[in-house]
């Protein structure tokens, strides 16, 4: 939201007060509490008649300092809050010199000096170097024509200064110029409106800001002030939080520290998903057809999905099956589960007026109400529908008591679907404020599901499939892109819209392969089909057509098998950058920004990104095969063909649909796993250790997961001069094990017994089991 007419005239109507300058500061040990004048104080009586703003700092975490400034502080607090997570170990703490305040959180500090102008000055602990800094206009309130009044902050912009994230938007991914609204809203992907607000932004600069607050939050980010990201919201009070890293993966690791880490998904949630599509026709007949048609062509299937016709239709939600379409769910159930299938249900927390649940939710007192008492309704979606309130807690055990019986039907997980047009014209059940609401509804439906998920199903196998979302949302995962367009624009956008939502602290992301409104051309299903499955999670699913692979050729079938076999092959490396997301916040699907944040070639990329942290994906956006993209500072290694490719630079290319460019980090070591049939299997069992260019004297641990969130078996790799040395480290003998020196041959063994095999793609060494350690000399050249 914009107030100012250009520099120096404010908008018609509006009234801004500024911080102007600092009279008085008390220092406690652990937090400063400040008064800020609005105008410059020359004698007594500019005291009068004039407000006074106050602002308190401190810190709730290491690297972490947070801002409130009140300007009136006796309104009504009703809530909803985020939950930010305080650290009592925070070894926060003050100094005082002079004029001079300091608040210093291990790496940041922040510095007030309270004989000047008002400005908060954030810097770098060790180096003193400025982080960023609120300065003149940067903390405040203004008041517009109609009497809204609006706490405004500033934080400065440097030359050449990037930001990122707010949750998953499909605008550029750098968001300088933009003006962005923290608003949910079920836009689709090619508008600014967004599915997932997050009010938190990263920069290039090292450091993140997070701001607490749930209602909307209007940013201008050098939009208004060019030099300047500009917050505000409608309220009395504004919270930030500056995260110091210096590194995103360091922010992201501290932000996620507030707002809660991602959970771990389960390891089958990671392989191929396929749906009945939305208002296609299908029964059970459809779906058998489907899953064996997956079988005969020899495409691995992880999980079948059963979009929202599986219930009546003008009912959704009743949670019941409808018994003309699905006669006997639990024995069709049952007959899936034979297959090695997981299931999926599509749910959202709308009550249809036709659904039996109707009046027994309204009588109980379950749904949303509008101020006069009687239920909130409308036929946008569903004719007469209403909302579940999930403020209250006989309400959420409600709703999670009709998904229970699906479960114990055999349902494995749900698409939580909607949860972006939250009336704010409504009463709630705890008192919350509605404007609040409208962003933090979808936290307290998907929370509600997943818990419910991790009770019955236990800790570790609970996943959603959620197309809403806020802060805090990361802990449930998984969230895919919503409703795209079967076109290659709609193609990019959701992945602009992926890597802006893995820039706000979400380490899990998925998309419609294909595309959701309308067909695709064969071309498009193939490249989207290559994308899809180097996504965390991969799901087929359409709007009016089905995604099966062979409506769209032979070809695509061949597509559809490859990627999805490579993507169980890479289970151990990609359950491994899902081991890190649970534990750290980074994503598995980073920008390269992320990755690589000193190299100024990285900073802009959107069509590209690392998969974990050893694979670049570029996926191919044309219908001519065309692709251009950056590769960092290295020799890369082609995962498909061996080729090498010498960074840093440019490269246009034409690809196949059987290919993409797939690089390999250089020095890298993959484990994949040995079969290709399915992604949750003992990884360590038969794990072949791909190494690529190791660097001399540098050794690589490498941990291969046991699917459960721990580790089944851990490899060093160790390069010195001609000799690379692999070794199984820990207690007991590892089971048959491989490696393979990526583009190299080893003239022999120098220590351990193993068989040698020259291949394409390098030298493959079948180490037997019991096998511990083997060492190669590589040829010479």
């Known amino acids: 939201m914009k107030f100012t007419d250009g520099f120096w005239l404010m908008r018609e ?7 102007t300058e600092t009279r008085d500061v008390v220092v406690q040990h652990d937090r400063l509490l400040l008064h800020a004048s609005v105008r410059k104080v020359t004698g007594r009586g500019d005291t009068l008649n004039t407000p006074l703003i106050g602002i308190e700092c401190w810190s709730p975490a290491e690297g972490v300092i947070g801002v409130r400034s009140v300007h009136h502080a006796g309104g009504r607090r009703p809530g909803p809050d985020f939950a930010v997570r305080v650290d009592p170990r925070c070894p926060a703490r003050t100094t005082r010199s002079g004029s001079v305040v300091e608040l210093v959180s291990g790496p940041l500090t922040l510095r007030v000096d309270t004989s000047g102008p008002w400005a908060l000055e954030f810097r770098d602990t ?46 550029p991914f750098v968001k300088n110029g933009q003006t962005v609204d923290i608003w949910q809203a079920d836009g689709g992907t090619s508008s600014e409106q967004a599915y997932k607000n997050v009010p938190f932004h990263l920069s290039n600069r090292g450091y993140g800001v997070f701001v607490n607050h749930p209602g909307r939050v209007s940013y201008e980010i050098g939009s208004e002030s060019v030099g300047e990201v500009q917050f505000s919201v409608e309220d009395q009070e504004l919270e930030y939080f500056v995260v110091h890293g210096p590194t995103p ?102 009550i249809a007026q036709k659904s039996p649940l109707f009046a027994e939710a309204a009588a109980a ?84 599901v997943f818990e419910l998920l991790k009770e019955v199903r236990g800790e570790g196998d609970a996943v959603v499939f959620a197309r809403s979302a806020t802060a805090g949302g990361q802990q449930f995962p998984v969230h895919w892109g919503g409703d795209c367009d079967a076109t290659f624009s709609s193609m990019a956008e959701s992945l602009r819209g992926g890597l802006s939502l893995s820039a706000s602290g979400f380490g899990f992301w998925s998309h419609d392969i294909g595309g959701f409104e309308g067909t695709p051309s064969d071309a498009l299903f193939k490249r989207w089909l ?23 050729g032979e070809e695509a079938v061949a597509v559809a098998r490859d990627f999805a076999r490579l ?58 095969g065309e692709v251009e993209y950056y590769v960092p500072d290295g020799t890369w290694t082609h995962l498909l063909s061996g080729a090498t490719v010498t960074g840093p630079g440019w490269r246009r290319e034409r690809y196949g649909f059987d290919s993409l460019p797939l690089l390999v980090r250089p020095g890298a070591v993959l484990p994949f796993g040995a079969r290709d049939d399915r992604p949750d299997h003992p990884w360590a069992d038969g794990v072949t250790l791909r190494v690529h260019r190791p660097a001399d004297g540098v050794t690589s641990v490498v941990r291969v997961p046991d699917g459960q969130g721990g580790t089944a078996a851990v490899f060093t790799v160790r390069r010195d001069g001609d000799l690379v040395r692999v070794a199984a480290e820990g207690d007991g003998a590892p089971q048959e094990w491989q490696v393979l020196l990526a583009g190299e041959t080893a003239a022999g063994l120098s220590e351990g017994v193993a068989r040698l095999e020259r291949t394409e793609g390098g030298t493959l060494v079948r180490v037997p089991a019991g096998g511990r350690a083997v060492a190669l000399r590589l040829a010479a050249g």
């Not at 109507?13 to 911080?19: C, D, K, P, Q």
């Not at 219930?311 to 069709?332: H, I, K, L, S, T």
């Not at 290559?530 to 769209?552: E, Q």
């Open 126 to 171: 060790a180096t003193g170097r400025p982080v960023t800094r609120s300065g003149g206009r940067g903390t405040g309130f203004a008041v517009d024509g109609d009497g809204s009044h609006h706490m405004v902050s500033r934080l400065s912009l440097g030359v050449g200064e990037l930001v990122y994230g707010l949750g998953e938007r499909f605008t």
């Open 365 to 448: 007192g379950h749904l949303v109400r509008r101020p006069g008492g009687e239920v909130w309704q409308w036929d946008l979606w569903q004719p007469g529908m209403a909302l579940v309130d999930f403020t209250s807690p006989a309400a959420r055990a409600w709703y999670a008591g009709k998904l229970r019986p699906l479960l114990a039907m055999g349902a494995d997980c749900f698409k939580t679907d909607f949860g972006e047009r939250i009336p704010t014209d409504v009463v709630w059940h705890d008192g919350s404020d509605p404007q609040r609401m409208r962003n933090y509804y979808t936290q307290l439906y998907n929370e509600t």
């Open 530 to 552: 290559a994308f899809g499955l180097l996504s965390s999670h991969s799901r087929l699913h359409g709007s009016t057509s089905y995604r099966v692979p062979w409506r769209f």
């Open 567 to 624: 993507k169980n092959r890479l289970m151990p490396y990609l359950y491994g950058a899902a081991m890190e997301a649970a534990a750290t916040g980074v994503p598995v699907m980073r920008p390269m920004v992320v990755e690589f944040p000193d190299d100024p070639g990285c900073a802009q990329l959107d069509r590209q990104y690392m998969l974990g942290p050893d694979l670049l994906v570029a996926p191919v956006l044309d219908e001519s």
């Open 249 to 350: 993966k360091e922010v992201l690791t501290r932000y996620t520290g507030l707002t809660g880490r991602p959970a771990l998904p389960p390891a089958w949630s990671f392989g191929l998903w396929l749906t009945t599509s939305f208002t296609t026709s299908y029964d059970e007949e459809t779906v058998n057809s489907f899953i064996q048609g997956m079988a005969d062509r020899e495409i691995p299937l992880s999980v079948f999905h059963f979009d929202c016709f599986w219930m009546r239709e003008y009912q959704w939600c009743d949670f019941v099956w409808d018994p003309a379409v699905f006669p006997d769910p639990e024995g069709m159930l049952g007959r899936l589960k034979e297959r090695g299938l997981r299931v999926s249900l599509w749910i959202n927390p709308y």
């Open 13 to 19: 109507g509006v009234r801004a007060s500024y911080a």
